[in-house]
């Protein structure tokens, strides 16, 4: 048999797929970031029911457990990351990323005090969980980020684990893999932490 995924909810929030519950869409419609963040909000709003669809990546919603807000949504995708071997040859890494990744900003205002780090909170209990559920499933190494120049924000994800390439390696992979909709982010990834499988 092999095993199914599951991801469990909190005493505070719970995490559902954005086709779960016919009132999402109209939760999705009232999603705001904060003004540099403008392309998350958008990407809920207008492309992420294509994107299922088209099965191009999966969005997740995470709802308050006793106001049923939503609080915050993540996206995720399979991907690669390429290092250098030798010339122009390069070797890859299979890995998920983390495609979108955004809290409400009007949540968070009207629940100032509660949940002071609302990002990496949600990132530990249902991001890691997920991706790691998957890697039960299929090979993945890494999970990576295409983090907005902001140093504020890049030193966030630091502490949530995420780490930068030497220059030359960063400069091979935005070179070869990274999305023309990602222009001007920066790679930041983190190798998971699994469980090693072997015969008994």
Not at 76 to 89: A, E, F, H, Q
Not at 97 to 122: I, P, W
């Amino acid at each position: 048999m092999i095993a199914s995924i599951e991801v469990f909810d909190t005493l505070k929030y719970s995490v559902e797929h954005l086709f779960d519950n016919e009132i999402n869409s109209l939760l999705v419609e009232k999603f705001e970031t904060s003004p540099n963040a403008r392309g998350l909000e958008i990407y809920l709003r207008h492309c992420a029911v294509s994107d299922e669809v088209e099965h191009l990546s999966r969005t997740y919603l995470i709802k308050d457990r006793v106001t049923e807000e939503l609080a915050g949504y993540f996206s995720l995708r399979t991907g690669l990351i390429t290092r250098p071997v030798s010339g122009s040859s390069f070797d890859s890494v299979p890995a998920i990323e983390l495609s979108n990744f955004a809290m409400d900003c009007n949540y968070k205002a009207r629940h100032t005090g509660e949940m002071q780090h609302l990002g990496a909170y949600v990132f530990k209990y249902f991001v890691v969980p997920t991706v790691k559920a998957v890697a039960e499933l299929i090979g993945v190494n890494s999970l990576y980020i295409y983090a907005l120049p902001s140093g504020r924000l890049m030193e966030h994800y630091e502490k949530m684990g995420f780490l930068r390439l030497p220059p030359d390696e960063e400069m091979f992979v935005h070179n070869h893999v990274k999305p023309k909709y990602d222009n001007g982010c920066v790679f930041m990834y983190q190798v998971l932490s699994l469980k090693n499988r072997c015969y008994s």
